[in-house]
């Protein structure tokens, strides 16, 4: 598959053998990206609690950078 300039350019910054902080990679997104829109990130966290007890519910929380 063929990636374009911007997407190379891009793909240069970014360790895929690391893992980053969460600031760390905030600031890298931001830093990488090229679009003339809002991009939007998404994050997935497992955190092993169980939904059906409502002790152990998590609340949505979105915010724009």
Not at 17 to 31: C, H, N, P, R, S
């Amino acid at each position: 598959m063929k990636h374009g300039k911007k997407y190379l350019e891009a793909a240069k910054l970014i360790d895929k053998t690391q893992q980053y902080e969460a600031a760390d990679a905030i600031a890298l997104v931001k830093k990488s990206a090229t679009a003339k829109f809002d991009e939007t990130v998404e994050v997935h966290i497992k955190t092993g609690c169980d939904s059906r007890h409502a002790d152990q519910q998590i609340r949505e929380i979105s915010s724009s950078l």
